[in-house]
């Protein structure tokens, strides 16, 4: 492993919150390290994407203004829209 592999895991490790911490703390392979990460929230934007959808799905306007309930619409999107990765050629 060189010196770049060294800085991209000084880089992770300074920027990873303290419970993620304990997963790569010895760890000596900044692409493992990398995969693992991505592979963690790849499955945790799946849960969030799955829950999103469901509440797009059952948003009713109910009492709420066509104002307010847009926006809520739009937000939900949103967030959605920022789960999913786009596409590529």
Known sequence: MGTCNTI???WIMNVVSKDLMTGIA???DSRR???SLKEKFDKENSV???HLHKEI???AQG????SV???KLSDLWDEFD?????PTC
């Open 63 to 66: 009492s709420l203004s066509v």
């Open 26 to 28: 010895y760890a000596s």
């Open 8 to 10: 991209v895991l000084s």
């Open 82 to 86: 920022s789960l999913i990765p786009p």
């Open 57 to 59: 799905a059952f948003l």
């Open 33 to 35: 390290v990398w995969e």
């Open 69 to 71: 309930y847009f926006s």
């Open 48 to 50: 969030r994407s799955f």
